[in-house]
């Protein structure tokens, strides 16, 4: 009586009862239907007991409707129904049973043997269609038997030792009996216990069948399984067959032995719990008579997920809804659309508890949109609760339709959670119509969607659609001190700031966090720690399954698989979307231009494409649409989904094909345009799909090193560079003139990198090579003879680099003239090298050739220009020019800060040229800030041993010496 008084919602006072009723009951409400609980005398038992306490229990409550004979019984493990101790069996009756067989009635014959005579009534239509639907939806109502168990006894604490599970559930082969005098069998012979799989959870399982009843205890397993074989029995008990004729009964046994001599008594309590928790949810699916309360007036709740006390934030989502659903009058439908694992589902939940709560007589239906069944299924329990009685699952929706879309079926909200499939919404199939077409109308109903398919979302509810956002941090940090057992791991504020961020601030993604870390009691850099920096780290710790009440027990829980069946949807509804989220797998997730995406058959079906994306949140758009980003989570998912998959490593060689195409060289002129694609080929070359086919894109990654060199990544360049001639080596040959192209290349980054011997090595086999291959006047040779001139210059051999210097400017001014830019570099690196010289007139003089033909062929802004106006104050402050200088030096400082940035190599140069020429003015106090802002800087870009760090180390010496420090 204790686990079935625990299950009412609410507990009324005692009634008056007539002299002749012994019996004491327990009155009260279990989802609307008035209840009357009654328990046999202590120590009193079998079907004769019972009936006796009916008899006194029907004249004080006449207008008892139906009984549930709920408490506890034996069951009958065999190899058909794999029966456990806490499962629960149902009498269903049979073309020849009512579901409850007096096993023990009947005639003797002359064998011995016992005829049994008679049957026993069957349950009423009513309660088996309730039963059935429980059955049919099975996997809702199993969550709401496991959460009433859970929640009895985490509430009645004085119940958790009588109530809770115990952990030992052992089963002895028949012909085994309890030999020890022991209350349990902890003496008995383990090795006679029967091996059975372990099941994946300890829920119990609700098992439906006959159930054989009479008035001894079965305790002998061979007359169990002889009886049971005969019968089909399930469960035996002792109660039920002096019931079942005198009331409309069910029967519901919570199995607590196996009918053997062995001993389980500390089953029971919770035997008796299941049983009970499946009658109040037998219970929510039985109609109410017009006795409970009036069929139009009653209010309903069929919401299959308990209040989430750990809700928080999204106040103003909820205001919005609140006050559109809740305040307001008129045929209204709302759809709340955002990214999976958002929290769109708790949001829907809150709302209809806080409805429930302000709006008197509302009536609230909760319809899980997660496969046509479900929604099948949800519309027939509906059914049920209105009242309809027998109704036909092909008519059911429409019924619903019709009673909704009348005046008197009241106040109502109807909750559509997961509606994410357009096509059963907006085409169905040839046996069933578009979801649309089913929808209630009505002055006092409202309809609200949940979705993850915005377009969907239009559709449904036109404008009145929430998108929702991620959570803000200070909210997510919230989220995960509700979820957090250890409160204090949330103290250290970088940790859970960093984890935060790592989760996408995804409220899914906490929840799985903090289930992980409150089973397995770790830190947050723990957690951090397992989560890791590599892909499949992460990817292994967000598969983790994990317990959630508030999610549908047929949805996979972890993050890493919560976008699957969007994936799925959005390769069924457009080709092209499914290839661009692809194409975005394979690069990086951030700021991803439209101009980098392959390209679509027309405008429109690339703007539908990447509309659909946005639909589902996967992506979110910028700067007037021209760049997108996707959620970092998704793109792991979408990573790790293409990978089970098998069509990652296809994906990647599409997505370098199409990056080879798009990717611009390191000409000025593509700045803008290679450092919006460069992390997105970076992230492409550096990722494991690419390295199959890394040989075959060496164009590609030649570009990237070069982009990278002139944007002063000098490292990263040469990683690129070292790349490309290993390639070119192997597929062309050490002396091919490509190859010694790229030996030069290398030379170039490893002379931008101040090694400077090496750089030297290079350039000497690349002009040694290319006089063989091409000629001693060609182009190509007469560039790497001033590439050599500049490894010998930065080594001090002034004489040498004169000398490669002067023959490249000769050769190229005959063969690509005086004012061609590749001239006027070699002019202005043979200035360079005479100035070392004291030549400073005659520098000058080319200094000033080089300006004026770079600002006329390449324009005032090219770096080559600038770099002309730097080396021209650098020549005017030897000349002891210094306020010239100083113009020159402030002029090329500003347009490298512009076009170059204010960290890149160049730049940092004119602020030690400034800072020189300062100090030769007497600045000393900006001298000094000049120069410890390129040594913070070459540091930074170059490294601590760089020969320009050096230098400028020595700068900052040479000032803080003149000002006597």
Not at 764 to 772: C, F, N, P, T, Y
């Amino acid at each position: 009586m204790a686990a079935a008084k625990t299950m009412l919602d609410k507990v009324h006072p005692s009634l008056f009862q007539p002299k002749t009723d012994h019996n004491a009951y327990t009155l009260g409400n279990i989802a609307g239907h008035n209840v009357v609980v009654a328990c046999l005398p202590s120590d009193v038992y079998g079907t004769t007991s019972a009936a006796i306490v009916l008899a006194h229990m029907l004249p004080t409550f006449p207008s008892l409707r139906f009984g549930l004979m709920v408490g506890i019984g034996g069951g009958v493990p065999s190899q058909d129904t794999d029966i456990r101790l806490g499962d629960v069996v149902v009498s269903i009756p049979t073309a020849t049973s009512g579901g409850v067989i007096q096993y023990d009635y009947g005639k003797t014959l002359r064998d011995g043997r016992l005829q049994r005579t008679g049957s026993l009534n069957k349950p009423p239509q009513y309660l088996l269609t309730a039963v059935s639907q429980i059955r049919s939806d099975y996997m809702v109502r199993d969550s709401l038997i496991k959460k009433s168990i859970s929640e009895t006894v985490q509430k009645h604490q004085r119940m958790h030792e009588q109530f809770s599970r115990p952990d030992q559930d052992w089963l002895f082969k028949p012909d085994y009996g309890h030999e020890s005098k022991s209350a349990d069998c902890s003496l008995c012979d383990q090795s006679q216990l029967v091996v059975r799989t372990t099941r994946e959870t300890n829920e119990p399982v609700i098992h439906y069948g006959q159930i054989a009843s009479g008035n001894q205890v079965m305790k002998n397993a061979k007359i169990r399984d002889d009886i049971a074989k005969e019968l089909g029995i399930l469960c035996f008990e002792m109660e039920a067959a002096g019931l079942v004729d005198q009331l409309p009964c069910l029967v519901i046994r919570g199995i607590c032995d196996y009918c053997d001599s062995h001993k389980h008594k500390q089953w029971q309590g919770y035997a008796a719990l299941t049983a009970a928790a499946y009658a109040r949810a037998l219970l929510e699916v039985v109609p109410l008579s017009s006795n409970d309360l009036s069929r139009e007036k009653r209010s309903r709740w069929m919401v299959p997920f308990a209040r989430n006390p750990r809700f928080v934030g999204r106040q103003n989502e909820i205001d919005s809804l609140e006050q559109s659903i809740i305040h307001s009058r008129g045929p209204t439908k709302s759809a709340i659309c955002g990214l999976g694992g958002i929290g769109k589902t708790q949001i829907a939940l809150e709302l209809a508890y806080r409805a429930r709560e302000t709006v008197p007589g509302i009536s609230i239906f909760w319809i899980p949109c997660t496969s046509y069944e479900n929604i099948e299924q949800a519309y027939l329990s509906i059914a049920s609760s209105l009242g309809m009685m027998d109704i036909k699952p092909a008519e059911v929706k429409e019924q619903v339709k019709t009673f909704l879309s009348q005046e008197h079926a009241g106040k109502w909200l109807l909750i559509f959670d997961n509606a994410d499939d357009i096509e059963m919404w907006t085409k169905g199939s040839k046996t069933t119509p578009p979801l649309k077409d089913i929808l209630p109308q009505n002055e006092d109903g409202h309809i609200l969607f949940t979705s993850r398919n915005r377009k969907l979302a239009v559709k449904l509810a036109s404008q009145e659609v929430l998108s929702i956002p991620e959570v803000d941090p200070n909210t997510a940090k919230e989220i995960f001190d509700k979820l957090l057992i250890q409160k204090g791991l949330l103290q250290d504020d970088c940790a859970t700031t960093a984890l935060l961020e790592q989760l996408g601030f995804l409220p899914l993604a906490i929840s799985q966090a903090a289930a992980y870390i409150n089973e397995n009691q770790i830190s947050l850099s723990e957690y951090r720690s397992l989560l890791g920096e590599q892909e499949r780290s992460t990817i292994e710790m967000l598969s983790e399954e994990f317990e959630d009440d508030g999610r549908y027990a047929e949805i996979q829980n972890p993050v890493a698989m919560t976008w699957w069946i969007s994936f799925l949807q959005i390769q069924r509804l457009d080709e092209l979307a499914a290839d661009y989220l692809s194409f975005m797998a394979c690069i990086d997730p951030r700021d991803i231009p439209r101009s980098i995406l392959p390209p679509a058959a027309s405008p429109k079906k690339q703007a539908e494409a990447i509309g659909l994306l946005k639909a589902y949140s996967f992506i979110t758009a910028q700067v007037c649409d021209s760049l997108f980003s996707l959620h970092r989570l998704v793109h792991l998912a979408t990573r790790n989904w293409m990978r089970i998959d098998k069509t990652l490593d296809i994906w990647a060689e599409r997505a370098a094909g199409q990056l080879d195409d798009v990717f611009p060289d390191d000409d000025h002129g593509n700045r803008k345009i290679w450092r919006d694609y460069l992390p997105h080929a970076l992230y492409l070359a550096n990722s494991e799909e690419f390295q199959s086919c890394r040989h075959e894109y060496y164009g590609f990654l030649l570009r990237i090193g070069g982009c990278l060199q002139r944007d002063g990544r000098y490292n990263e360049a040469q990683i690129f560079f070292t790349d490309v001639l290993e390639i070119m080596e192997t597929a062309l040959g050490p002396e091919h003139p490509d190859t010694l192209l790229s030996v030069n290349d290398l030379g170039s980054v490893l002379n931008d990198q101040g090694k400077y011997e090496e750089a030297e090595a290079m350039h000497r086999r690349a002009l040694e090579g290319l006089e063989k291959a091409l000629g001693p006047e060609h182009p190509d040779t007469l560039a790497m003879a001033n590439n050599l001139g500049s490894a010998l210059a930065q080594q001090g051999r002034y004489k040498e680099a004169e000398a490669m210097y002067q023959r490249a400017v000769e050769g190229q001014e005959k063969a690509l003239g005086p004012e061609h830019p590749d001239t006027l570099a070699m002019v202005s690196n043979l200035g360079s090298v005479l100035s070392q010289q004291g030549r400073y007139e005659e520098v000058e003089a080319m200094h000033r050739r080089v300006l004026e033909g770079r600002q006329k062929v390449l324009g005032p802004e090219h770096p080559d220009t600038l770099a002309s106006i730097s080396q021209l104050g650098t020549v005017l402050a030897w000349e002891g020019k210094y306020d010239k200088a100083e113009a020159m030096h402030r002029r090329a400082l500003e347009g490298r800060q512009k076009v170059l940035g204010p960290e890149h190599p160049d730049t940092l140069a004119s602020v030690s040229h400034l800072g020189s020429v300062l100090a030769w003015e007497g600045k000393y106090d900006e001298a000094k800030a000049m120069h410890q802002r390129a040594l913070e800087g070459r540091q930074k870009a170059l490294g601590q041993d760089h020969p320009k760090t050096l230098a400028s180390v020595s700068h900052l010496g040479s000032v803080l010496a003149r000002e006597g420090k």
